[in-house]
Nanobody, 125 residues
Framework: QVQLVESGGGSVQAGGSLRLSCVASQLSYSKNCMGWFRQDLGQEREAVAIINTNTLYTSYADSVKGRFTISQDKAKNTVYLQMNGLKPEDTAMYYC??????????????????WGQGTQVSVSS
């Protein structure tokens, strides 16, 4: 079990940037898969990006490729989502998710048993 705490959300204008952080209470296994998901009101939750904490393999949703970057700081048990070139359609609650002691097995939310409470991102035009 792991607790995940997100931060860094806020309100920005289109074209702006934000960096989200997800601090995990522990990532003691040598390999884990960490992910960022988002959900807007009335919409289904969708994957944004995932990272394998051992191999640094990453994968992105097509809608964010070239604009968002997922990264980690192992010493701080922290995963980041750098978001540049934000668009109004990026507005959503952003959630951090973790799959421990495993490689990444895809970007489905069902692959991630552990979730944070979320941080809101709002982008105005």
């Amino acid at each position: 079990q792991v607790q995940l705490v997100e931060s860094g959300g806020g309100s920005v204008q289109a074209g702006g940037s934000l960096r989200l952080s997800c601090v995990a209470s522990q990532l003691s296994y040598s390999k884990n898969c960490m992910g960022w998901f988002r959900q807007d009101l009335g919409q289904e939750r969708e994957a944004v990006a995932i990272i394998n904490t051992n191999t640094l393999y990453t994968s992105y949703a097509d809608s964010v490729k070239g604009r968002f970057t997922i990264s980690q700081d192992k010493a701080k048990n922290t995963v980041y989502l750098q978001m540049n070139g934000l668009k109004p359609e990026d507005t959503a609650m952003y959630y951090c998710a973790a799959r421990l002691n495993s490689n990444c097995i895809g970007m489905s939310e069902t692959a991630f048993p552990n979730w944070g409470q979320g941080t809101q991102v709002s982008v105005s035009s």
